[in-house]
C-alpha cells in the first residue's frame, strides 16, 4: 500500500530530514511512527501527501509512484488519504455539519449524497447531536472526532494522523485512539505520528523509531517494549 | 466540465469572500466606481467634442476652379476623376449660371434692378466650380495635391487652419483620455489585486484544508475570481447609474446658464452615449476585476 525506498529528503544542504528510508505498509495495517522533534516525523506524513518532493529515492501509494504524479491529478490522488492534525484545523466559522460536509462539497459530490453521507459519518463518531456546534462550543476530544469525521467521509483508503492526541486529556486521547482502531478494523491503513508512549505501548501495533530521518527500529504488531 | 452544484458553491463563496473581507472589498468597489466614474465623464466628454468636432468637419468643403477655357463637359470629366478618390464625401458641381443666382441672392436683395444690366452677359461665366465634402479632414492636404495635378485645374479655395486645428484637437483629445483612463484602469487592477492578496490570507488555513482533501485547482481559485469579477460588476454598474443620472441635468444646466453654447455645440442624448458606454464600462469592470484577481492568485497562491 505505502512502499518508501530509498528515500532521502534535504531541506537544507547536507542536513537530511530523512536518510535513506525504506519502510513498506501493507494495506489495512495499523502503523506508529514515534521519534522525537526533528527525527523527520512530519517529512514523512508530508512526502506522502506529495506537500514535499524527496531528494532522492521513490515513493509508491496505491500502486502510484509519486514522481511520476502529474501535478493536476494530485487532488484525485489526495483524495484517497485522510489527514488528521494535532491540530485539528477546523473551520472555525462553521458548524459540525459544514466542516464535514466541505470535504465532501471541495470534491463536488453532490448536494444529495452530502445530505446522506455527513449525518451517518457523525453517527460513526458519536457526533450526531452536536451537529449544529461551531467548534469553539466543543472539547478538544470532540473537534478531533469531528477532523476524524472529516478526513474519513470521502471514504480514504488511508488514514494519516500527525499527533491526534497531542492537545487532548487522557480520556479524551484514548476515545480517538479507540476510534482510529475501529477505522482500522474496517478496513482503513491508518497511520499515526505520536509522542505518546503510552498509547504506542497499549496499543500493540506495529512502530516504526525514526531518529534522526533514519529507521532505527521497525516492531511487529505485539511485539513493541519501550 | 463541472458540476452545476460546483458552480452554485463556488458563486456563493465568492459572495462569502467579499462578506469575510468586507472593508477591503468596500474600497476596491469604491476605487473602481471612482475609476469608472471618471472613465464616464472623460467618454462622455470625447464623444460629444467628436460629435462637435464630425459636426464641424462636415460643413469644411475645398472649391475647385477650372480653367476659362474648358467646356462644361470638360470640368465634369475632371469632377467625375476627383469624385473616385476615398477623401471625397461628397461632391456638388456649381454652374456659373447657379454661382451668378447664389450671389444675386446673397448681394443683390431687395436691388434686383441693380443686377439686371448683367442679365446678358453673366460676369461669373468662369466661376464653374466644385464644393468638395471631405470624409476626414485630414486627409484634405493628399486631396489638394491630387486636384492640383490635374490639367484645367486653376485655383483651389481651401482652408489649412481649420483643417488642421480639428484633426489636431480630435488627436489630443484621444491622447489625454487614453493616457489617463490607463492610468485609472491601472490603479483599479492594483487595488482588486490587493483585496483578493488580503482575502488569501483571510482565507489560508482554509484554503490548505481544501488542498489536503483534494480540491481542484478550480475550486480553490475560483471563488476569488468571482470575487473580483463582482467587485468590478458593482463598481462599474454603480458609477453607470450615477452618471446617467447626472447626464441629462449637467446638460440641461449648461444649455441654460451658457446659452451663447446654444448655436454652437449640440450635446449627444443620454441614450446615444450610454448605448456604448455601458457595455465598455460593464466588461472595463468585470475585466479589471478578472485580471486583477488573476495575477494575485498567479502570484500568491500556489496550488
Known sequence: ??????????????????????????????????????????????????????????????????????????PMYRRNIGMVYQDFRLLKDRNVYENVAFAQRVIEMSPRQIKKDVPLMLSTVGLAAKYKSKPKELSGGEQQRVAIARALINKPKILLADEPTGNLDPDNAWDIMSLLDSINARGTTVVVVTHNMEIVKAMRKRVITLKKGVVIDDTKAGEWNA | MHKLSTYIYTLKQGIVNIGKNKMFSLASVATMAACIFLFG????????????????????????????????????????????????????????????????????????????????????????????????????????????????????????????????????????????????????????????MVGINVRKDEIAIMKLIGATDFLVKEPFIIEGVLIGLVGSAIPLGILYLMYGRIITYIMEHFIFLNNIMKFLPANTIFKMLTPISLILGVGIGYVGSKITLRKHLKV
Not at chain 2, 66 to 95: A, H, P
Not at chain 2, 113 to 142: C, H, R, T
Not at chain 2, 156 to 182: E, P, W
Request: hydrophobic residues 40%.
Open chain 2, 41 to 196: 465623464i472623460f467618454y462622455s466628454i470625447v464623444s460629444n467634442f467628436q460629435s462637435i468636432v464630425k459636426d464641424a468637419e462636415e460643413k469644411v468643403a475645398i472649391t475647385v476652379f477650372f480653367d476659362e477655357e474648358l467646356t462644361e463637359d470638360e470640368i465634369k470629366e475632371i469632377g467625375d476623376r476627383i469624385s473616385k478618390r476615398s477623401e471625397v464625401k461628397k461632391m456638388v458641381y456649381i454652374s456659373p449660371e447657379q454661382a451668378w443666382e447664389d450671389y444675386k441672392e446673397k448681394y443683390f436683395e431687395g436691388n434686383e434692378a441693380l443686377s439686371a444690366g448683367f442679365e446678358e452677359d453673366n460676369p461669373l461665366a468662369n466661376s464653374a466650380n466644385y464644393q468638395i465634402y471631405l470624409s476626414d479632414v485630414s486627409k484634405q492636404a493628399s486631396l489638394v495635391k491630387y486636384i492640383k495635378q490635374q490639367d484645367g485645374v486653376r485655383q483651389i479655395n481651401k482652408s489649412d487652419v481649420v483643417a488642421n486645428t480639428l484633426s489636431d484637437f480630435n488627436k489630443l483629445l484621444g491622447y489625454i483620455s487614453a493616457a489617463i483612463i490607463i492610468i485609472l484602469l491601472l490603479v483599479a487592477v492594483f487595488l482588486i489585486s490587493n483585496t483578493i
Open chain 1, 1 to 74: 500500500m505505502i512502499t518508501l525506498s530509498h528515500v532521502s529528503k534535504y531541506y537544507t544542504e547536507g542536513i537530511p530530514a530523512l536518510n535513506d528510508v525504506n519502510i513498506e505498509i501493507e494495506e489495512g495495517e495499523f502503523v506508529f511512527i514515534v521519534g522525537n522533534s526533528g527525527s523527520g516525523k512530519s517529512t514523512f506524513l508530508k512526502l506522502l501527501t506529495k506537500e514535499l518532493e524527496p531528494s532522492q529515492g521513490v515513493i509508491t501509494v496505491n500502486g502510484i509512484n509519486l514522481k511520476k504524479l502529474r501535478r493536476r491529478r494530485i
